[in-house]
């Protein structure tokens, strides 16, 4: 009898054993089938939804913009499926879609080149005429218009509300309008951060701020300088133009405050290039006009031209400002070779250094 008993409640304890291993198993299944469902799309229908990701937003920030948008089923499946998988947040406007499922979601916002672009970046490199700057931005945000930057860049009355913001602008200095671009020099070469709403009166302004930011450091140097701003502008153009290489501005510069303090023209081929304009097509051009009658010409007119001939980076400025102590009167370049430039004392050793190097240049 007793044997029997034990034998029974053995066979119960098994039972019970089975069905609740059938009741965790059904549990596990229903809630994996929970789960998975709950990261499935919210609908079929493909609805746009735009989530902007802050700097020092955490994941449950993330998670709850989601939810309030719509774009999740469930927060808290959510919250398991990123604990389960961990990816990257990056700042940005993310456009995200109804009929993305959570991992779909959580991909695209993995991955910093899925963010909408509110901004576009332009370069403008050093020494680019304000002509030819007006038309990359254009180029580079179609909403702005070639011709309204040149005609804001070249109106006395904008010129003079800029005049009251900016004070290194001074309209009485500025009397090339006659001729091309007034601001031309004022538009400082750099890589800007546009925004895409930005006009033609905004954009102008972050270029002009990136300028006083730029010329503030030099201010001391102008202060004491015997040359205003605009002169200096002028001067660093010419270097500019002359030579990229920052190596070889000093010299440049040494030679142009040289033969402006012996009385010399400057004799620069590069302003008869400026003063040639929309005619300017190669620098042979400005070696064979160096008759054209033009306030640039520096071979017929003394002293410096009437304004800048491009848009000068620092290294120019910095060299206008600090020329380097020699008694060199001429240059040349050895352009059809490794673009040294070449420096003389006397015309017959500039004219030797042209003989060398098969050069036509001043």
Request: contains cysteine; aromatic residues 10%; hydrophobic residues 40%.
């Amino acid at each position: 009898m007793t044997r029997r008993r034990k034998k029974r409640k053995s066979h119960a304890g098994l039972i019970v054993f089975f069905v609740i291993l059938c009741l965790l198993i059904g549990g596990a299944g229903g809630g994996y089938f929970w789960y998975s469902s709950s990261l499935k799309p919210v609908s079929s229908t493909d609805e746009k939804i735009a989530i902007e990701i802050a700097q020092g937003d955490t994941q449950n920030i993330v998670i709850d913009k989601l939810e309030a948008a719509g774009l999740i089923q469930s927060k808290l499946a959510t919250k398991i499926y990123t604990k389960l998988n961990e990816f990257p947040r990056y700042v940005g406007t993310f456009e995200l879609s109804t009929s993305m499922s959570t991992q779909e979601i959580f991909a695209k916002l993995a991955d910093p080149n899925n963010a909408l672009q509110s901004f576009v970046s332009v370069t403008i490199p050093e020494g680019k005429w304000a002509k030819d700057i007006a038309t990359i931005l254009a180029n580079s945000l179609p909403h702005l218009n070639r011709d309204e930057l040149l005609r804001l860049w070249n109106d006395d009355a904008y010129i003079n509300q800029l005049a009251q913001v900016y004070p290194f602008i001074d309209p009485t200095l500025l009397t090339n309008d006659q001729y091309f671009v007034k601001l031309e020099g004022y538009l400082f070469p750099e890589t800007y951060h546009i925004d895409l709403n930005m006009n033609e009166d905004q954009v102008t302004r972050m270029l002009l701020d990136q300028f006083g930011a730029v010329i503030a450091q030099f201010q001391p140097q102008i202060d004491a300088s015997q040359y205003n701003l605009q002169e200096i502008l002028t001067l660093a153009s010419i270097i500019q133009f002359e030579s990229g290489n920052p190596a070889d501005m000093p010299d440049i510069s040494g030679v142009f405050h040289n033969r402006l303090n012996s009385g010399m023209p400057l004799g620069s081929s590069v302003t008869v290039c400026y003063a040639l304009y929309d005619q300017f097509e190669s620098s042979e051009q400005c070696e064979t006009n160096t008759d054209i009658q033009s306030p640039y010409n520096t071979y017929l007119n003394a002293g410096l031209p009437i304004g800048p001939i491009l848009n000068p980076g620092r290294d120019a400025i910095s060299a206008a400002l600090n020329p380097a102590q020699n008694d060199y009167l001429y240059f040349v370049a050895d352009i059809y070779g490794d673009g040294k430039t070449h420096f003389a004392r006397t015309l017959e050793e500039h004219e030797a250094n042209i003989d060398r190097f098969n050069l036509r240049l001043e």
